[in-house]
Antibody, heavy 117, light 110 residues
Framework: QVQLQESGPGLVKPSETLSLTCTVSGGSISSYFWSWIRQPAGKGLEWIGR???????DYNPSLKNRVTVSVDTSKNQFSLKLSSVTAADTAVYYC???????????WGGGTLVSVSS | QSVLTQPPSVSAAPGQRVTISCSGSSSNIGNNYVSWYQQLPGTAPKLLIYDNNKRLSGIPDRFSGSKSGTSATLDITGLQTGDEAIYYCGTWDSSLSAGVFGGGTELTVL
């Protein structure tokens, strides 16, 4: 079955760029939307942005100026870059398969990213 | 401040029924499908209900969803202690062009 796994640094310094990768195994990354979602400790879910393998992207308006989501179909991976991070960006970051934004049926296990000097 | 509004907590006894509400607007719930997720402590959210009222394969029929206008509801019957979790509603917001979630509702089975 299709599985997702996030990877990347667990610690990022303030003002630097957070970079995460989600590897999709057991199925093709093509012809789907792929989203990033985050969750600060003890708080709710926040949708960050998504990429469709045709090249379409959508971003949360509150993060739009700092976010880039991209896909590498040759590696069956998609990535998140969040620039100029602050402590407020500390959260567990999830990747998920996105069905038109209406629902997310597959999730990675999540990876904790802390922003601290 | 979440775009969708959920009660922070609900509780009920084992075997009883509980309803979790999710309120939005015409730009999100009113014109898009709603989904529901269960998040157990320390784990990723798990999709329960999609397209307002469809259960994901393997989800017990004790869980059901509905939508009316700009609100949606998750019903859980025959409560079990294993149902204790935080439940989130979600949908797409056509005005924001963004995915949106409720703030989450913590279910306690007394």
């Amino acid at each position: 079955q299709v599985q997702l796994q996030e990877s990347g640094p667990g610690l990022v310094k303030p003002s630097e760029t957070l970079s995460l990768t989600c590897t999709v195994s057991g199925g093709s990354i093509s012809s789907y939307f792929w989203s990033w979602i985050r969750q600060p400790a003890g708080k709710g879910l926040e949708w960050i942005g998504r990429f469709y393998t045709s090249g379409t992207t959508d971003y949360n308006p509150s993060l739009k100026n700092r976010v880039t989501v991209s896909v590498d179909t040759s590696k069956n991976q998609f990535s998140l870059k969040l620039s100029s991070v602050t402590a407020a960006d500390t959260a567990v970051y999830y990747c998920a398969r996105d069905w038109s934004g209406w629902y997310f049926d597959l999730w990675g296990g999540g990876t904790l990213v802390s922003v601290s000097s | 401040q979440s775009v969708l509004t959920q009660p922070p907590s609900v509780s009920a006894a084992p075997g009883q029924r509980v309803t979790i509400s999710c309120s939005g607007s015409s730009s999100n719930i009113g014109n898009n499908y709603v989904s529901w997720y269960q998040q157990l402590p320390g784990t990723a959210p798990k999709l329960l209900i999609y397209d307002n009222n469809k259960r994901l394969s393997g989800i017990p029929d004790r869980f059901s969803g509905s939508k009316s206008g700009t609100s949606a509801t998750l019903d859980i019957t025959g409560l079990q202690t294993g149902d204790e979790a935080i439940y989130y509603c979600g949908t797409w917001d056509s005005s924001l062009s963004a995915g949106v979630f409720g703030g989450g509702t913590e279910l306690t089975v007394l």
